[in-house]
């Protein structure tokens, strides 16, 4: 039986409703806030799901496709999603207590609408990287001239990649459309909400809220029966990791079979290396040349396989070089199954070393293999880490936390609609 819904009508605007991780989140708090009895309502650029209370924002392909390819050959991103200009007429806008915005790059939004739109209705804006506060790139590694106006950015590659250094000029747009605006700002991590205060958004009032799992679904299954099902070895380490392009260099899937090989012997020749992720087959076939058993099951929607995926194996290992509050960690713990990271970015608010799992130094291929091994070998630190880590989802980042902590934040800045930021 569905909840009776009240408090706040809540729209979320996203780039898309399935799919990626930012995606993956957006649906993920709809969710909570419709279990909660919040009315809440989606606004989407691709709309991937059947459910009805998820809108599709109108594309204007014709004239997009003409826009993007002169604003991208400028070296300008995001300025080519003009259906972004509709949104204040449509009825879901209009009905709504409070508006949303999660990832607003993807070229179905064009950012420079968010002035008039914060205006029009009580505005709040998620961070899922560090896109809103960059001349460009969504991570910024190394660099940290997004503190003072970007410009010879040394990452023209990284997502959403340029074609033409445009980065000082979209900087300080970025700037004055943020002045303009009204919004309080939520990251899901410390880390990035600490550089949220230091850059241009650091006019606004940034809180942390992290991300919440559905701790019904992402839960321990019998291992025993989850490598049965999965048709996996009954024994022997499986060693998951959710794959990327090995030319994805941010993911670190290039990292990983330096990883595996510097295992014990004894190990290597044993275990079993699970890959789940939407990318070519470049990782599994590179492990395969080197010896590896590999069962690769692609890009999984379903968050029950995902779970049994979970909870089959031993060990997460999550190579990434730069990274905020990833969803698969937080799914992984809370089946109980032990992670392994870098520490970088938010990674060690959710992997919290020899608590719910371990963590190496960014870029320590040795010191992530020392502490796979560790892992795979003991069979009382496993216990250990998974049940802690279980434990630390079910105190922290349930549904019901998610939705109850944003609904007081929407409350609040419904309140304060007549105060300038």
Request: aromatic share 6%; glycine share 8%.
């Amino acid at each position: 039986m569905a909840p009776h819904l009240n408090g706040p009508r809540v729209l979320i605007i996203n780039h898309a409703d399935v799919g990626g991780g930012a995606a993956i989140a957006g649906y993920r708090l709809h969710e909570a806030l419709l279990q909660a009895g919040i009315a809440s309502s989606m606004l989407v650029g691709t709309k991937g799901s059947h459910d009805e209370t998820v809108a599709q924002l109108r594309a204007w392909r014709t004239v997009r496709r003409p826009l993007g390819a002169i604003t991208k050959r400028l070296g300008l991103n995001e300025l080519d999603g003009i259906g972004a200009y509709s949104v204040s007429r449509r009825q879901d806008f209009r009905s709504c207590d409070v508006v949303h915005y999660h990832a607003i790059h993807g070229s179905y939004f064009s950012y420079p609408v968010m002035p008039s739109l914060t205006k029009a209705k009580p505005a709040v804006i998620s961070l899922h990287d560090m896109w809103p506060l960059t001349g460009h790139c969504s991570f910024s590694f190394e660099c940290d001239r997004w503190r003072a106006g970007c410009g010879r950015c040394p990452h023209p590659e990284a997502f959403p990649s340029i074609r033409r250094d445009a980065t000082a000029i979209e900087w300080r747009l970025k700037d004055r459309l943020w002045d303009a605006s009204r919004m309080t700002v939520i990251s899901p991590s410390a880390w990035l909400a600490d550089m949220a205060r230091e850059s241009m958004l650091g006019r606004f009032e940034v809180e942390v809220i992290p991300h919440g799992i559905d701790t019904e679904t992402f839960a321990p299954v019998d291992r025993s029966a989850a490598r049965a099902a999965l048709r996996l070895p009954p024994e022997g380490p499986v060693i998951m990791f959710a794959a990327a392009s090995v030319t994805d260099k941010r993911k670190g899937a290039d990292l990983v079979p330096g990883v595996l090989d510097r295992l014990p012997a004894r190990t290597r020749r044993r275990c079993v290396v699970v890959l789940m992720g939407d990318r070519g087959p470049e990782l599994g076939d590179t492990l395969r040349a080197a010896g590896y058993r590999v069962a690769d099951f692609g890009y999984v929607a379903s968050d029950n396989l995902k779970a049994a995926l979970y909870s089959a194996a031993d060990v997460f290992v999550l190579p990434t070089r730069a990274d905020n509050s990833p969803l698969v960690v937080l799914e992984s713990l809370a089946c109980g199954t032990v992670v392994v990271a870098f520490a970088v970015g938010g990674v060690g608010e959710l992997v919290r070393h020899d608590r719910t799992g371990l963590v190496a130094p960014a870029g320590d291929v040795e010191g992530l293999a020392l502490c796979l091994s560790a892992v795979i070998d003991d069979a009382g630190l496993r216990s250990r880490l998974g049940d802690s880590a279980r434990e630390m989802v079910l105190a922290e980042f349930t549904y019901k936390l998610a939705a109850e902590r944003h609904r007081r934040l929407y409350d609040r800045v419904i309140g304060l609609r007549g105060n300038p930021h």
